[in-house]
Nanobody, 124 residues
Framework: QVQLVESGGGLVQAGGSLRLSCAAS????????MGWFRQAPGKEREFLTA????????HYADSVKGRFTISRDNAKNTVYLQMNSLKPEDTAVYYC?????????????????WGQGTQVTVSS
């Protein structure tokens, strides 16, 4: 049973930083692609970034490139999302996802497992 558990969300002022964690369990994830998405009220789920677990290849959405960084810790089976220079428009529920595929897909349909989400609120 694959489990993804996000943590690290909260309330932060504009310009601040947060680091989200996604602890993965129930499978060997070395061949997986891990992604981060977010969803604001009334909006579609938005791709942010993805990382291929075995070689660390990454891909970023233009909206977060240069501000957000994805990384992984193989020993802890954990993926991180470092978010800097946060803006009020970054307010959303942030989700971690795992794909059994090889492609760093941006589509939510390309991911097989999802975490429960963690709320990030950026105040102006």
């Amino acid at each position: 049973q694959v489990q993804l558990v996000e943590s690290g969300g909260g309330l932060v002022q504009a310009g601040g930083s947060l680091r989200l964690s996604c602890a993965a369990s129930g499978r060997t994830f070395s061949s997986y692609v891990m992604g981060w998405f977010r969803q604001a009220p009334g909006k579609e789920r938005e791709f942010l970034t993805a990382i291929r677990w075995n070689d660390g290849t990454t891909h970023y959405a233009d909206s977060v490139k240069g501000r957000f960084t994805i990384s992984r810790d193989n020993a802890k089976n954990t993926v991180y999302l470092q978010m800097n220079s946060l803006k009020p428009e970054d307010t959303a529920v942030y989700y971690c996802a795992a794909s059994r595929g090889f492609i760093l897909t941006m589509s939510p349909r390309g991911y097989d497992y999802w975490g429960q989400g963690t709320q990030v609120t950026v105040s102006s």
